[in-house]
């Protein structure tokens, strides 16, 4: 019984934020067709800023969030300005795709360095958002830290849905995710569409960085493990799916808490690719991908 | 000629190496409608999308009520007032109806009209109203091509390029758009430009005809002038259109 309330409630908050790193990469894929491999390094910024407000200058839990939002946007579209939008206007003689992978990579690779050389090498702790916690049976506690952080990622998450759904310029990105000339004779201004797609996206990630800060370090390689979280979440979703991208986030913190709770941390990385293995050798597209299917 | 809403001259247009279009003239009067005939594959797609701006011409000029919008890219030229009502629909198939209407709203001040457009579609489009909350790609291709038409009269247009819309359709279905065209000609002062394979259709619509072929406009009349035109009927379109049409 502790076991599974545990694994539960381990598993709902592993995958809440897990989903709110992985969706800006779904987002991205959606639109542009592209991987992007900076997105880890949005999450680095954030764990940052998180320890520059709150740590450094001890400012309010929001306006740290606010403030990772919008630096992490800034970064997101420069990024994509730099490394995606000169070769999608060659996208004819190059493999956007594979190239993407490479460029955006390479952008992750360099802000890295830059928080090495800026920050230098130690991990500097992020204060928690909210301290406490909250016992839910006797041995199963959880903070409300990573409560606020799962609160949080499902309330921007739920906004990304509706932003998508409802407002003109989210059914734009979908419009240009599913047949980028319609949505161009629609008057969809492409150009600047893809930037701001990628800004939306890493500000996301951005913002799940203060929490990860908080329930780690701010560090130059806080934002490896979830990139390399995202990027199995995305790929088990089903690539360009968000419905799929939110249940994969979840069926991974679900094994991932389970693994912790029966076998121990160390186990964690083996039985995770064990079951993405088994699930990608039955569905090769993801939960909820398909291989020509439009996207978003 | 500056009374004229779309001048092309001298457009040159093609893919990758190969010359589709070349030399083609076309002049088009405010709320006039022409229809341009000719075989597939000579052309008259690719003039649509050099029009729109989907592809870039190679030469030539294109000009909008005076104003040349030949290089210039698709949402400009679309902010400019033409709706290019694209070959196979060009709907979004994973959304909705509604949600693809809506996207036709999107150019700047029309967004802020779209509760009245798509209550002007839904009135002159039932059967698009009927099916509002499904998703495009469940569409049957004659309701695909009449929210392709729908989506085209969401905002106010100077120029609408429609692209074969009896392609790929039963007859029934045909009759359908047509009638939804016939309906949008009286409503609209848009200029029009529609191409078609042949002349069975465009009868009741057409102010003037001209046929393009081999990447040029030939020939240029009437309706009544061309479809009894012996020459032109055989060589280009086979048979004779169907009587009363």
Redesign the interface.
Known sequence: MTDIVAILANGFIYGSIYGLVAIGMTLIYGTLRILDMSQGSMVMAGTYVGWWALAEHGLNALVALVLAFIVTFILGTATELVSVQPLINRAKEVDLEMVTFITTFAVAILITNLALQHFGPFQKNVPVIVSGQVELVKGVTISYHELTMAGISIVLMCSLGLFLART?WG??V??VA??L???????????RLYPLTMGLASALAGVGGVFLGGLYFASPSAGDQPLLFALIVVVLGGLGSLTGTIYAAYLVGLIQAFTEVRYGTTWTLTILYAAILAILLVRPYGLKGSPS???? | MSDLLLEVRGLRAGYDRAVVIHDLDLAVEPGRTAVVIGPNGHGKTTMLRAI???LQPWAGEVTLDGRRVDGQ???RI??LGV??V?QGD??????TVE?NL???S???SS?RGRREALRRVYQALPIVQEKRAQKA?TLSGGERRLVGLG?GMMRPARLMLIDEPSLGLAPVAIEAVYAALADLRKESEAAVVLIEENFTHVGGIADVVHVLEAGAIIRSGSYAELSTDETIVQTYLGALPEAGR
């Open positions: 003109r059914l734009a979908r419009a599913q047949d000339d319609a949505a161009r004779s629609m008057g969809v201004p492409v150009t299917e439009a996207r978003l | 729109s701006g989907l890219p698709a949402e679309a902010g709706v290019h694209m060009g709907l979004f198939a994973g959304m949600e809506l996207m036709g999107f150019v700047g967004w790609r989506r």
